[in-house]
């Protein structure tokens, strides 16, 4: 909890997410808004939904998140074009509303371009950005005066991408004073399976496929740069592993199905909501994440590979099960080779190969990894301790 006595006591967390989308970005604003709550903050979020709402029991059960206290400010656009400044619209609203009505004094938080720039540039008020992407066009315009301007405290999700941001927009020593780098997180459960009680799950909900097989797992897009065309050459290599791929659309998978030659121990599993995306890694023997140097988020030209601060790092690392991951150098600031993971270069079906064929041979490393992993999330890359980081940094230079 933070202390009683600081200045600000809710925020207002507005964001360009739609809810039910299947994006990332959409869980990590709902943790954070979470984690908030969690340490004694009334949490005030604007968000968009795609379906009709659901009740809160229903969008706690599909995304597995606790999200009783925070108070939802829900639309329903219909289209994603112009989605962040409708967003940003309907914020300044209720800002001003519960400012002058109601003499609130909010502590602002946004992953909104649009409405950063409105609060911190047009309007002067001292507010919380949280960066993820580097912007181009009218964007790249919007995201240098907000990165020059003193009113706002920039929080960004690796120190690859602060450092990109300072070269690129060639910002003074006081963005570097006011900026600060937070990792992603996650949230380690009391549920970590025993491997006999794993054993039996899988037969429930895996029926179908090889129990005297191991269960390699692979969660995500099926987005460009992924390693998709990594994990078929591995599972040609592997034929004793049955390889699980969750996540994708219908369609997306019934292209790649007709593009490839997909080998028999590959299983598409499709897409699974949040709170079940969690429970089934958990299920698996090793954990993929086989990013290549290109990585796309389903935008054109935009390539993630350099900044990225994957949210499923994190999930992977709080499941109790070992993660393989690609050598890359942005994913470094979190993993650490054989401590936290093992590390295999991207490009290389055999090195994955031996990767694997080296946690499925120790269970001592196996074991040792999982903890590791486990104790990194609990002391370094939680959500509550990220929340608590935030609402200091704000309270520091308010």
């Not at 698996?284 to 389903?298: A, S």
């Not at 190969?353 to 890359?381: C, G, M, P, T, V």
């Amino acid at each position: 909890m933070v202390q009683n006595t600081m200045k600000y006591k809710e925020v207002l967390y507005i964001s360009a997410s739609t809810l039910f989308s299947g994006s990332a970005n959409e869980i990590q604003v709902l943790n954070m808004c979470s984690a908030f709550s969690k340490i004694g903050i009334k949490t005030n979020l604007v968000i968009n939904s795609k379906n009709k709402q659901k009740d809160l029991k229903d969008m706690i059960e599909f995304y597995g998140i606790d999200l009783s206290k925070i108070n939802f400010s829900i639309s329903k656009f219909k289209t994603l074009r112009g989605l962040e400044f409708l967003l940003c619209l309907k914020s300044l609203f209720l800002y001003f509303k519960n400012r002058i009505i109601y003499k609130k004094k909010f502590f602002i938080f946004s992953r909104n371009l649009y409405a950063s720039f409105l609060f911190g540039v047009i309007f002067k008020e001292h507010i919380c950005f949280e960066i993820h992407s580097i912007e181009s066009g009218f964007r790249e315009i919007i995201q240098k005066l907000i990165l020059k301007n003193n009113n706002i405290q920039c929080i960004c999700i690796s120190n690859s991408l602060k450092n990109i941001l300072i070269h690129k927009y060639n910002l003074s020593k006081n963005f570097k004073k006011r900026s600060y780098v937070l990792s992603d997180c996650s949230t380690v459960d009391d549920k970590i399976f025993p491997i006999n009680e794993k054993f039996i799950l899988r037969e429930e909900i895996f029926g179908s496929l090889d129990k005297n097989k191991n269960f390699i797992g692979y969660f995500g897009s099926l987005h460009e740069g992924r390693g998709l065309s990594l994990i078929f050459k591995l599972a040609e290599l592997s034929q004793k592993n049955n390889f699980l791929i969750f996540g994708g659309k219908d369609n997306d998978i019934k292209k790649i199905k007709k593009l490839k030659n997909i080998p028999n121990n590959i299983y598409f599993m499709g897409y699974v909501s949040p709170a079940k995306s969690k429970k089934f890694m958990k299920l698996m023997d090793v954990l993929l994440m086989p990013y290549q140097q290109k990585v796309g988020i389903g935008v054109k030209d935009i390539n993630t590979a350099e900044i990225m601060s994957p949210l499923k790092m994190f999930e992977y690392m709080a499941s109790g099960v070992p993660l393989i991951s690609s050598d890359l150098k942005v994913l470094k600031e979190v993993l650490n080779n054989e401590k936290n993971c093992l590390l295999a270069q991207y490009n290389d079906p055999r090195s994955w190969y031996e990767r694997i064929e080296q946690l499925i041979n120790s269970n001592q490393l196996s074991i040792k990894i999982s903890k590791n992993a486990i104790n990194d999330i609990e002391n370094h890359f939680n959500w509550e301790k990220r929340a608590v980081s935030i609402y200091k940094i704000f309270n520091d230079e308010s």
